[in-house]
């Protein structure tokens, strides 16, 4: 069975910097993987999308300039380097395996059980 554990949430202030990390076990990681993320009292929303080489990758617009994520499939390990954090930014992050990608939820299938990222103003 399929098990994604997130890694790398903290306290940071605004304008700092975290890089979450998302391993797999059990198996290799899917074709797309994605990042996720729910702030109390909001859905999960998409935030980015990487496919299996790593030469595509998709952004929601909100985290564009300031969030890069990558891969390395060889560590079975997805990655999020988050920069130039806002209090916007404070969520439970979630990272997400799926056949075909996508910016919805639905479209993936396997799921973290995710970690908390808290920006101070």
């Known amino acids: 069975q399929v098990q994604l554990v997130e890694s790398g949430g903290g306290l940071v202030q605004t304008g700092g910097s975290l890089r979450l990390s998302c391993a797999a076990s059990?198996?290799?990681?899917?074709?797309?993987m994605g990042w996720f993320r729910q702030a109390p009292g909001k859905e999960r929303e998409f935030v980015a999308v990487i496919n299996w080489s790593g030469a595509s990758t998709y952004y929601t617009d909100s985290v564009k300039g300031r969030f890069t994520i990558s891969r390395d499939n060889a560590k079975n390990t997805v990655y999020l380097q988050m920069n130039s954090l806002k209090p916007e930014d404070t969520a439970v992050y979630y990272c997400a395996g799926g056949v075909y990608g996508g910016v919805t939820a639905t479209q993936y299938h396997y799921w973290g059980q995710g970690t908390q990222v808290t920006v101070s103003s």
């Open positions: 059990g198996r290799t990681l899917s074709n797309y």
